[in-house]
């Protein structure tokens, strides 16, 4: 379900519990409730607001709780920018022995901008980068 209309089945959500609980409260006739029709109906709206307060808390809590964001892919940018005789070296996940270690899992997305001028030199690299050998890049 899209963020959007989860949004706006929490904001409804509110809406009819207060709706319901207001036309409930002052429907009910309780003995403790005051006796002028502005009273009651001022004791109906303070109810309504609370029951609407807790359940939007509630429905809140769910709208913005998005579970398909653990499940999104991972992305990662890398920029870099060089001018002169710089180098710039940048790797996105793991730079080592094989296997990838611990944390070497490489992002599902790894957007790479570059910008080089006069003798300046950028590597990036979007996964691993075991070049083999002793486990030096």
């Known amino acids: 379900m899209s963020l959007s209309a989860r949004w706006l089945m929490a904001v409804a959500t509110s809406m009819v519990t207060f709706g319901v609980c207001l036309w ?3 429907s009910v006739s309780w ?15 303070a109810f309504a607001a609370v029951a609407a307060g807790a359940a939007g808390a509630a429905a809140s809590w769910w709208a913005g709780h998005d579970p398909s964001a ?30 990838g270690g611990p944390s070497g899992a ?3 997305q790894v957007q790479m ?10 590597r990036q ?13």
Not at 31 to 45: D, R, T
Not at 113 to 122: M, Y
Not at 125 to 137: A, L, Q
């Open 24 to 26: 409930l409260a002052h």
């Open 31 to 45: 003995g403790w409730l005051p006796e002028g029709e502005a009273e009651q109906w001022g004791v109906a709206a």
């Open 70 to 99: 653990r499940q999104r892919p991972s992305r990662r940018i890398l920029r870099a920018r060089s001018t002169n005789r710089a180098r710039i070296d940048q790797a996105s996940g793991h730079r080592g022995g094989p296997g």
């Open 106 to 108: 490489a992002p599902d």
């Open 113 to 122: 901008d570059a910008d080089a001028s006069g003798h300046s030199r950028i």
């Open 125 to 137: 690299t979007g996964g691993d980068d075991y070049t083999g050998g002793d486990g030096t890049p």
